[in-house]
């Protein structure tokens, strides 16, 4: 048997190097090198399709060289690893367009389904809630598929374009839906009647808001306007790089009555924060004169159009019970809508502006708790607590704005009553809303209006 052992080995032997020189002697033949264009070819790919056929050739050009890579003359294999550079480009490229058509495909098909549900709904002349709220629903799942297709992909703009058309198409579908479960607003207002001289706008914190009469101005904004005096200053201190340290001095021209126990005095110097403080707490309308002189009309006006206040005008200072200023008076009324006041609430309850936080500790603060306030502690619910409030009265009107706590959620509401002076009505209407809330639960913003940069994404309807 060992007669027989030795030349196995060497016949063994033998054929290894032959195998091996041959793989050597090819290998040493240069690899085809990838075409220049190649690269270029993938970068410039307009279509997926376009670049799966790239995805193909490649993948049979790195088949054809397989063998090839037993090698070990490294340099040999430049070319097979150029390729395979160019290869993983390109993978990288055709997952992310096919992703991209994956949730474009998909946003289109629940656009249709929306529509669908829309003309259902039309042909039988049943537009009714659920089907609304159902179109809200899809329009918003539709846009959120879009927003996942990234910049970098051929259907970007595409994407983008319908995003747009779909944002103006659920807007609508929002309003009619808001205007729907807004209803309960007109039942407390009728209740508290008369439904007329009632302003009722209410807003989760998320944005989600229903109103009664919310745009249409009340007789007057009373005291309620000081608010916008106060997003209007801090705007100001804040884009300016004011110190709120700085002394103001009051001027005895803005002498007028204030409510018992006011603090702020003519012919005295204060800080910028007290005056701004004080307008809110105490309801101090010297204060708001001298803002007024401090800021000026045009710019508080300018201010509150630019930040999307148009129907929130200051036009004339605060007059207490018989006296009025006796220096720039301005002319007109001021005027406001309880929509306009609550999203003001609703954006310093959510830091959304520089210096709000001041404006909130000042609504914190507030000394007046016949309103809100009391209609809270009222309602004798664990459930609800009072976390800020502007009240405002006149000769014309009774009404605040508040901020409530309901369970874990945060909400804002302002409401007024046309001529009267019944601070019961005005509780009754603020009681209602708060106890609608806690019987039927709570609204939080569609899906759709949530912020540009929250990407996650989950849809009871599966993945696309």
């Known amino acids: 048997m060992g007669r027989f052992w030795r030349p196995t080995v060497i016949v063994v032997n033998t054929i290894g190097a032959l195998v091996l020189a041959m793989v050597v002697a090819l290998a040493s033949t240069a690899l085809p090198k990838p075409d220049d264009s190649l690269l270029l070819k993938v970068r410039e790919a307009e279509s997926l399709a376009e670049l799966e056929r790239l995805q193909a050739q490649i993948q049979q050009q790195m ?4 063998s090839l890579r037993l090698t070990r003359d490294v340099g040999a294999l430049g070319p097979y690893f150029d390729l395979a550079k160019v290869a993983s480009e390109l993978d990288q490229r055709v997952t ?6 994956d949730h474009y495909s998909r946003a289109l098909a629940l656009a249709s389904e929306a529509i669908w549900v829309r003309d259902q709904s ?3 002349d049943a537009v009714t809630l659920k089907a609304l709220e159902e179109q809200e629903t899809l329009w918003g799942e539709a846009i959120a598929h879009l927003r996942f297709i990234p910049e970098q992909s051929l259907l970007w703009q595409q994407a983008q374009a319908k995003e747009a058309d779909y944002r103006h198409i659920a807007q609508l579908v929002t309003i009619d839906v808001d205007a729907r479960q807004s209803d309960f607003l007109a039942d407390i207002a009728e209740e508290a009647g008369p439904a007329d001289a009632i302003r009722i706008s209410v807003c989760h914190l998320s944005g989600e808001c229903r109103h009664f009469q919310g745009d249409i101005p009340p007789a007057s904004p009373a005291s309620l306007i000081k608010l916008p005096m106060a997003v209007a200053l801090m705007h100001k201190v804040t884009t300016e790089n004011l110190d709120l340290d700085e002394a103001v001095y009051i001027d005895p021209h803005n002498w007028t ?5 006011a603090k702020i005095f003519v012919d005295h110097t204060y800080s910028l924060r007290e005056v701004m403080v004080r307008m809110i707490k105490e309801s101090n309308n010297i204060a708001t004169n001298q803002l007024v002189d401090y800021m000026g009309w045009d710019y508080i ?3 509150l159009a630019e930040l999307g ?6 036009n004339t200072k605060l007059v207490g019970d018989r006296t009025y200023p006796t220096s720039n008076r301005g002319s007109g009324p001021n005027t406001m809508t309880t929509n306009e006041v609550t999203e003001m609430m609703r954006q310093i309850y959510t830091f959304t502006h520089p210096g709000d936080g001041e404006i909130l500790d000042a609504l914190v603060g507030q000394y007046d708790w016949d309103f809100g306030y009391k209609a809270v502690k009222q309602l004798k619910s664990e459930r609800v607590a009072w976390i800020g409030e502007k009240t405002g009265q006149n000769s014309k009107v009774i009404g605040s704005t508040v901020a409530v706590k309901i369970d874990d959620e945060r909400y804002v509401m302002t409401v007024t009553v046309d001529y009267s002076a019944n601070q019961q009505r005005l509780r009754q209407v603020i009681q209602g809303v708060i106890q609608h809330i806690l019987d039927d639960g709570h609204f939080t913003a569609p899906q759709w209006q949530e912020d540009e940069e929250q990407k996650e994404f989950t849809t009871s309807r599966g993945p696309a």
Do not use: C, F, M
């Open 122 to 124: 039309r042909s039988r």
């Open 309 to 314: 206040y148009p129907g929130t005008t200051v």
């Open 63 to 66: 088949r054809q060289q397989l």
């Open 96 to 101: 992310l367009e096919a992703t991209a058509d």
């Open 301 to 303: 006006n300018t201010t």
């Open 257 to 261: 009555e204030n409510a018992s126990g």
